[in-house]
């Protein structure tokens, strides 16, 4: 039986980065809303809701990007120095979301700084990261499988705005997991904030997905050549069903519904990049096939990962079943 | 007993509520405490020296070994780091030195309370009115 090994860890990694995108995207758009809840008791219920699950979620990135490093070193070797400042930008924001959690508990005069810094590593790592998915999506100049590019190359009006995308997005995400898991006013309020930032996000997700067919001659034949342009279709109309089910949940007080519709949105835009990539790891440089580590390593990976995988799934799954339901604001997550 | 000055003195920065008749095995077993960062750091500095100059030995140098990213950047990114290290273990240091200083306190008519109460991998520091806000539980 021939497995096409590349094809197979192209989609475990590509699985990975989208279940970090999902589970993270939450988090840090919590944190992203901290400047439009005053209350501290609301902030303290906020960092409730997520704090039994962050942990687990920001391991997905790990996953993501240890597994590119063993998987496909080419493209390790190649996209990480030429997105290094936004990927140093993005580990800093992490770090100081990270701590942010623990100190602000620690303090009762100094716990404003570490709120400000849980806002603000939030909102730089969600920014970062839409900045490198924009410079990857523009292309990465890559010689001779080595970085050829310059230094700020993933600096440019395409890359900022799929930022200011993906952090208006992750305040979607945030505000639809605090309309799920909160109640009263908490709730009455995020879901006001979720009305405005998925209007936001869609507009975005419009913006930037009739911008990049230009950016590139490969995009635009994915999407509007014949006949490919059959199957990219149905993207555009899911996404027209996720927004009016985000609408339609807002609008008549569910809870589930507008979370779900907001994951929808993004994976919908994940599976558009794919579209838009295959069979190109690095858009325009370096296919699965050609940044793919030797089949051995891959077989070997492939073992543990096909174990490994699943336990994560099952543990994480039972996590977020054991802290199900509504927050009491009495009751103390920490 | 005598305890040497360097027993006696640790004891006093970290527990200055603690009695001076404090036995010998606590006293070694506090200053054992930084014992696992020592063992870890050492064998770190051991292994990352000692394979110099190869990143690979005997196959790769480290200066072969090199991404194609400007000094500028990664002295930057350095400092940078830095930076923040010392302002999370910083303020981390500080205020595990503001637990420290208070004894464990007997909890009385501690209720049951059934379900979850922790973050995952979360251990609860003592109750301390003045390091923790009024009004919110801390699971205990």
Redesign the interface.
């Known amino acids: 039986m021939e497995i096409d090994l590349p094809t197979v860890w192209a989609a475990i990694i590509a699985f990975a980065v989208l279940a970090y995108v999902v589970l993270d995207g939450f988090d840090l758009g919590v944190g992203i809303l901290f400047p439009f809840f005053r209350d501290?008791?609301d902030r303290?219920i906020m960092t409730n809701s997520i704090?039994?699950v962050w942990?687990?979620n920001e391991t997905w990135l790990v996953l993501g990007g240890g597994g590119l490093m063993a998987v496909f070193p080419v493209v390790y070797?190649t996209v990480?120095?030429a997105l290094?400042?936004p990927v140093?930008l993005m580990l800093?924001g992490l770090?100081?979301r990270g701590?942010a959690f623990?100190?602000r508990?620690?303090?009762?005069r100094g716990?404003i700084w570490w709120d400000i810094g849980f806002w603000l590593g939030s909102t730089v790592a969600a920014f970062t990261q839409g900045i490198a998915l924009g410079a990857l999506v523009q292309g990465i100049e890559i010689v001779d499988r080595?970085?050829?590019g310059g230094?700020w190359d993933w600096l440019t009006p395409f890359s900022l705005i799929t930022g200011v995308a993906v952090t208006v997005g992750y305040a979607l995400l945030g505000a639809t997991w605090l309309n799920l898991k909160t109640s009263g006013d908490l709730q009455a309020r995020s879901r006001r904030i979720a009305m405005w930032t998925g209007g936001a996000t869609i507009a975005l997700i419009g913006v930037v997905s009739l911008w990049s067919p230009f950016i590139d001659q490969i995009y635009f034949e994915r999407w509007f050549g014949w006949p490919t342009a059959f199957f990219s279709a149905f993207v555009p109309m899911l996404l027209a069903v996720c927004a009016f089910a985000l609408w339609h949940g807002l609008t008549t007080d569910k809870h589930l519904q507008p979370f779900l519709a907001a994951l929808g949105l993004f994976v919908l835009s994940f599976v558009g990049i794919g579209i838009s990539f295959y069979p190109y790891m690095v858009p325009g440089a370096l296919t699965i096939e050609e940044a793919a580590a030797p089949d051995s390593s891959l077989k070997f990976l492939l073992v543990g990962a096909s174990v490994l995988v699943p336990v994560i799934l099952a543990y994480t799954g039972y996590?977020y079943w054991?802290?199900r339901g509504k927050i009491d604001p009495?009751?103390?997550?920490? | 007993m005598k305890r040497s000055w360097l027993c006696r003195g640790i004891q006093k920065a970290l527990m200055p509520a603690s009695s001076s008749r404090a036995g010998p095995v606590s006293n070694k077993a506090l200053v054992m405490g930084p014992s696992g960062f020592v063992a870890v750091l050492a064998g770190w500095f051991t292994t990352e020296v000692g394979r110099q100059p190869f990143t690979v030995y005997g196959l790769m140098r480290t200066s072969e070994s090199l991404?194609?990213?400007?000094a500028p950047?990664v002295g930057a990114?350095l400092v940078?780091?830095v930076i923040?290290y010392f302002i999370?273990f910083g303020?981390?240091v500080f205020?595990l030195f503001?637990?420290f200083r208070r004894p464990p306190v007997m909890e009385v008519d501690h209720e049951l309370d059934l379900?979850?109460?922790?973050?995952?991998?979360?251990t609860?520091?003592p109750a301390q009115e003045?390091?923790?806000?009024e009004?919110?539980?801390?699971?205990d």
Do not use: C, K, Q
């Open positions: 501290r008791h303290d704090a039994p942990d687990g070797a990480l120095p290094y400042m140093i800093l770090i100081f701590v623990e100190f508990w620690r303090t009762t716990s080595a970085y050829a230094w996590a054991v802290f009495e009751e103390g997550y920490h | 991404s194609p990213v400007a950047a990114s940078a780091f923040v999370v303020a981390g205020y503001r637990l379900g979850p109460t922790r973050a995952a991998g979360i609860p520091g003045d390091t923790i806000r009004g919110v539980n801390h699971g």
